[in-house]
């Protein structure tokens, strides 16, 4: 077991509750610390302490009462939610992450991951094989203020020495806990309402292709970049990070090969604008030659996963 004493913050929701527990078989100390109550599979395997990541004071506090050396920053305001709320969404996603900045270079901290997103990209990106240094002009208060928080990574890298290490994650898929405001979520819902209902109503078009990842990999890759040597890094701001890549009518013909009787309807929303103004694939080019970066888990693999998980859960 390593001895660095890890912080998460936003560590109840659908990436920490799973980073959580997979840092914790690394790391003898990983504190987990959301405004939310944990769930009981977090809060029996270590510590857990209710911490507002934009309270500077508390922050700093609990930095120095556990010796922190590591921060995982996951708190933050996804797309949709986003939307409807930018003032919520632009406080939570800045001053949160200016928080665990001034409070990471002031105590000393050595690592610091942040989560960015494909949302820094915009309509005018190239959206086939969207390549690592390309045009950002997203237009989603979530996707600036995502781009934003790379820039500030990068400052802090540059100006203070600070080693901040991003992942711009795609569209996370996963079965123990539920996606939590983004536009991607119905590639989240679409599995627990075909085990449940054996049918789903998409608020995307059919034919809407995403970035996807399934949540493993997800965990795989975010811990290979945390752990890889700084002198690999060459990119400080986000790197692009790539799984796979599907819409709603691919998922739908996937899941039909295990539960024959499903069906799909489409009902657009607002998040069409959203998802309408995102890459469709990503080019991890520089992810796979600075740290090795090559996922396992493609559009089949992950359905017999996620609905085999799912059943599990529905028997227990
Ligand atoms: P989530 O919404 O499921 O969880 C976020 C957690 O942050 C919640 O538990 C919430 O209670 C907590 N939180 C919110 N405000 C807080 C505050 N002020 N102090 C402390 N905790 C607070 O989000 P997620 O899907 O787990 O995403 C984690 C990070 O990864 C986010 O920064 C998100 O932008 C990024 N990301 C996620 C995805 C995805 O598909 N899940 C994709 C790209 C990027
Ligand atoms: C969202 O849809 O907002 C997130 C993301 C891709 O950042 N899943």
Redesign the pocket.
Known sequence: MKNDTILVTGACGQIGSELVLSLRKIYKNVIASDLKEPSAELKESGEFIRLDALYKNGLADCVKRFNVTQIYHLAAI???TGEKNPEMAWRINMKGLRTILDVSVEAGIKKVFFPS???VFGPTTPKINTPQLTVMEPNTI?GISKLAGERWCDWCFQKKGLDVRSLR????ISYKTK?GG????YAVDVFFDAVENKKYECFLKEDTILPMMYMPDAIRGTIMLMEAPAEKMSMRSGYNFSGTSFAPKDVAAEIKKTIPDFSMSYKPDSRQVIADSWPQSIDDAVAQKDWGWKPEFDLPLLTKDMIKNIEAMHLV
């Open positions: 996804l797309s949709a997103t494909i949302a979530y994650y795609p569209g996370l996606a983004g536009t991607t979520d």
